[in-house]
């Protein structure tokens, strides 16, 4: 990260006649086409990188409407059957006084997963256009994006928890509803956004831009 | 390090079209999109169709939480409450499943189910837990546009939907009738009472009831019904009878009915029948109604009608025949003098009198005027021991003057009448006040206390009260002549007697000690031997008479003492005979004899007698004690004389005058003994007879 205030030095591989195998890391001449270590194809580039990554992310927007319009806890008790959303519980939770849990939940599953869904969109969308962001800060984005995309998954792993702890019969039971589906494949969607993404596209971009 | 230093990548431009080069991945968010716009447009399909109910409050309803069900099964979910414009009443939003909605009939009716305890039960506990819920029942229909409804604001009774029969009872007290009351029929519930409304009028209340299926059938045109309010007790000539009805309609009242007579035709609904009061009236309703070809009768009286009214009982020799329509008066000019006469109305039905039911006027006029002919009359009669109502007779009468029926100023037939015996129940009664005020009650007392008096002074006339003391008197002499030391003295006396003669025999036993006379010994032993034969009835003697002196203490005073209460009570029998009075003296007397009696039974020396034989007992026995004493004398001689000593001792042998006067005397004795006994015997079987002498 030291080379991070002096990009102008920076030298990629593929200037450098390079490609790298991008599972097990050795360096091939920019020719080779199948890693000589792994077996793994090699590319400079992955062509339908931006594609992927545009096509899972609006996968997982989509998804992510209905995890939050759709009950996420379908809970009866005593007869009485509650269904409550996302925002829902956020809200009730904030009615009842706890704001700290009601920060909590809505942090993971509004703030995160649209923040997920905006920075990987900055990032595509940046990718052949100029940017404020340097170059560093963007793949520092990126990483972190790849860091908090498995822990996206808390809510799903509470419904699930409930779901099989609270099943009392007609006492009280909880269900999972619809949105908890949606949620999970809005998740998994976005991580695939996230990976699909080829950060050494960021580089080609910001190359572009300096020379 | 240059760029330079390395070879050139070939980059080809990218010249493929977008739609070639389109990755695989993009399948991916079209699915996402397709499956959620599946979702979503399936739950738009499901949303269910927007009605409003209003209702009077909505206690208990959530918005989002509070149901709506149709047979409990969830068919929608309230969305909203709200106020209707005016802020009377409340409008409850609901979806409603959309299929559900399309066969809302426009009179379906919802109602909010809550807890409720009534006399028929507890219904709706379960709401307690789960919260309330909105009910609701219809009959479907197809395509329905009905969105806006009414909600009940209580669980209809009789809900639509259900098979069954939908009538109206009229009657004029509704007390009785409360909402969800049972209907019974033949002790069956089959049915139930709807909320009783009250007439627009005020003067009559209806109520609906619903016969469910199949009872319903049992209903006809004929159907009777009658109130069935927890029990009745009724007093009439068939005596007490008491009716309980089931213990729910006991709280909350019920109506019940049957079929009186047979031959009705089917209901439908809302046919309006009336209410009876009692399962009697409604049997006997079926012969008040009179059937409508009865004919109008006139009856004309010249006594009071109190008691008659409009719908009084037209008897015919006990049958019913018809009823008084109305009764009148009319000013009767024809006998010269300006007469009030009453006259009565009354309807006749021919079927009762066995004639056609579709018989016409004249045929019963024609038969009236036969009946008459032969002497039927009508006159008043009560209608029951206790009642002052009074209904009409038709009575078949003998001698009367011929009659018949004709036509009255207005034209109706008049059936001769002739006077009741009984005009009035009031009157009757007075009679019989009057009879038991006419009864010589003064006369009967005066004589009842003059008896008692007299009764009175003969109890304390002085004979009368001297009796018990003579017969006291009586008693104690008894008692005196029993505890006699004479009498008591008996035994001892004879004991005395036995002792003598012992201390004699071990006299002579003592002297027949002599070992020198041992050949007299033997004589000696035989004279001993005589003795104690004749001695041996002694005991015999003794136990008589101790068994007398016993049966002379055994004379139990309580019994003679009962005899005498017998007497007396036969005493005081006489004094219900005439002449009484002197008995009292002539018992007295008789008393007095008795006495006399007695003395003379003590002076008379019976026991002196007895004393003296005795007396006479111990003379002899001193004889021989004296006999005894001189034996050692001849003991003596015999000593110096043992020759003679044989022919002595066989003289003082079995012949001696010894001997055979001390047999004697016992014997005597023995003979008075018995008759003392006899004596006694005689006074116990009948004590009486030592007062009556007999």
């Known amino acids: 990260m030291e080379n991070t205030r002096n990009t102008q030095q920076l030298l990629t591989a593929r200037e450098a006649g390079l490609v790298g195998c991008s599972v097990c890391g050795r360096v091939h001449p920019a020719t080779a086409s199948v890693c000589l270590r792994c077996g793994a194809a090699i590319s400079s580039r992955d062509p339908h990188s931006l594609q992927k990554v545009w096509a899972w992310l609006t996968a997982g927007i989509i998804t992510f409407i209905p995890a939050n319009t759709y009950p996420m806890l379908v809970t009866e008790t005593l007869g009485s059957e509650t269904r409550s959303t996302l925002i829902g519980g956020v809200l009730e939770l904030m009615h009842h006084g706890s704001f700290g849990i009601a920060a909590i939940v809505f942090f993971a599953s509004i703030v995160i997963p649209g923040s997920k869904f905006i920075a990987i969109a900055y990032l595509a969308l940046g990718i052949g256009r100029p940017q404020r962001l340097s170059t560093h800060r963007r793949h520092q984005i990126y990483e972190l994006v790849e860091f908090v995309g498995r822990w996206s998954m808390i809510d799903v792993f509470v419904v699930a928890i409930l779901t099989a702890l609270v099943q009392l019969g007609s006492a009280a039971s909880i269900h999972p509803g619809i949105a908890a589906v949606s949620f999970a494949l809005s998740v998994v969607f976005t991580m695939l956004a996230a990976q699909s993404f080829d950060p050494r596209l960021v580089w080609d971009a910001d190359k572009d831009t300096h020379a | ?694």
Not at chain 2, 534 to 539: I, R, T
């Open chain 2, 1 to 694: 390090m240059t760029p330079n230093d390395f070879p050139q990548m070939e980059i080809t431009p990218e010249k493929r079209s977008m739609w070639r080069n389109l990755s695989y991945v993009w399948l991916v968010p079209v699915f996402a999109l397709i499956v959620s716009l599946g979702v979503a447009w399936q739950s738009y399909l499901g949303r269910g169709v927007l009605i409003t109910i209003e209702f009077e409050n909505a206690a208990g309803i959530t918005p989002k939480d509070t149901t709506i069900r149709f047979h409990d099964i969830v068919i929608g979910t309230v969305e909203e409450v709200s106020f209707t414009s005016d802020m009377a009443k409340v409008i409850v939003s609901a979806r409603i499943d959309k299929t559900v909605a399309a066969t809302l009939n426009p009179e379906t009716l919802f109602w909010v189910v809550r807890p409720e305890v009534s006399a028929r039960g507890v219904s709706g506990l379960s709401t307690v837990l789960s919260g309330v819920y909105v009910d609701s029942a219809w009959v479907p229909i197809e395509n329905s546009e009905a969105r806006a409804f009414v909600g009940a604001a209580q669980t209809p009774l009789i809900q639509p939907g259900l098979e069954g029969t939908r009538i109206s009872i009229r009657t004029k007290d509704g007390s009785s009738l409360t909402a969800g009351a049972p209907v019974f029929f033949r002790g069956i519930e089959v049915g139930q009472l709807d909320t009783p409304v009250l007439s627009d009028t005020g003067d009559s209340t209806t109520v609906e009831a619903f016969i469910n299926a199949p009872y319903d059938k049992f209903l006809t045109t004929d159907s009777r019904f009658w109130n069935m309010s927890g029990f009745s007790v009724s007093l009439g000539p068939s005596g007490l009878s008491l009716n309980v009805a089931s213990l729910g309609a006991l709280l909350t009242g019920g109506v019940a009915f049957d079929n009186v007579v047979s031959g009705g035709d089917p209901v439908t609904d809302s046919t309006v029948f009336s209410l009876f009061e009692s399962e009697t009236t409604a049997r006997e309703s079926v012969f008040t109604q009179l059937s409508e070809n009865s004919v109008t009768m006139a009856v004309i009286f010249a006594e009071s009608v109190r008691g008659l009214n409009a719908g009084a009982l037209v008897e015919y020799r006990g049958l019913r025949v018809g009823q008084v329509s109305s009764i009148g008066a009319f000013i009767d000019r024809g006998t010269g003098q300006n007469a009030v006469r009453l006259r009565a109305l009354l309807k006749i039905d021919p079927q009762t009198l066995g004639l056609a039911a579709d018989a016409d006027q004249a045929t019963t006029i024609a038969f009236l005027e036969s009946l008459v002919e032969d002497g039927m009359r009508a006159k008043l009669a009560t209608t029951s021991l206790f009642s002052a109502a009074l209904k009409i007779e038709l009575t078949d009468t003998v001698g009367e003057e011929a009659a018949r029926i004709g036509p009255d100023a207005n034209g109706t037939p008049v059936i001769p009448s002739i006077p009741s015996e009984l005009p009035d129940f009031t009157a009757t009664a007075e009679g019989v006040l009057k009879r038991i005020n006419n009864l010589p009650i003064e006369d009967v007392l005066n004589q009842a206390v003059s008896l008692m008096a007299s009764i009175e002074a003969i109890a304390s006339a002085k004979g009368m009260l001297e009796a018990p003391d003579a017969a006291l008197g009586l008693i104690s002499e008894m008692r005196s002549l029993i505890g006699k030391d004479d009498t008591q003295a008996i035994p001892t006396e004879l004991r005395g007697l036995v002792g003598e003669l012992r201390g004699i025999v071990t006299d002579l036993r003592a002297q027949g000690a002599v070992d020198q006379l041992i050949s007299a010994l033997g004589n000696l032993d035989a004279a001993s031997a005589n003795i104690a034969t004749a001695s041996g009835d002694l005991p015999a003697l003794i136990a008589d008479l101790r068994a007398i002196a016993a049966k002379a203490n055994d004379l139990k005073a309580e019994e003679l003492l009962e005899a005498v209460t017998r007497v007396m009570d036969s005493a005081n029998a006489l004094l219900l005979t005439d002449g009484m009075k002197s008995i009292p003296p002539a018992l007295a007397s008789a008393l007095d004899e008795v006495q006399a009696a007695l003395r003379d039974l003590r002076d008379g020396g019976a026991i002196e007698n007895t004393n003296a034989a005795l007396a006479s007992a111990r003379e002899a026995a001193d004889a021989v004690a004296k006999a005894a004493a001189d034996l050692p004398d001849v003991t003596g001689q015999l000593n110096a004389l043992v020759a003679k000593a044989d022919k002595l001792i066989a003289t003082y042998g079995a012949k001696s005058t010894f001997n055979t006067e001390t047999l004697d005397l016992l014997r005597e004795l023995q003979k008075t003994a018995k008759a003392v006994a006899q004596l006694a015997q005689t006074i116990e079987r009948n004590p009486n007879s030592l007062i009556i002498g007999r």
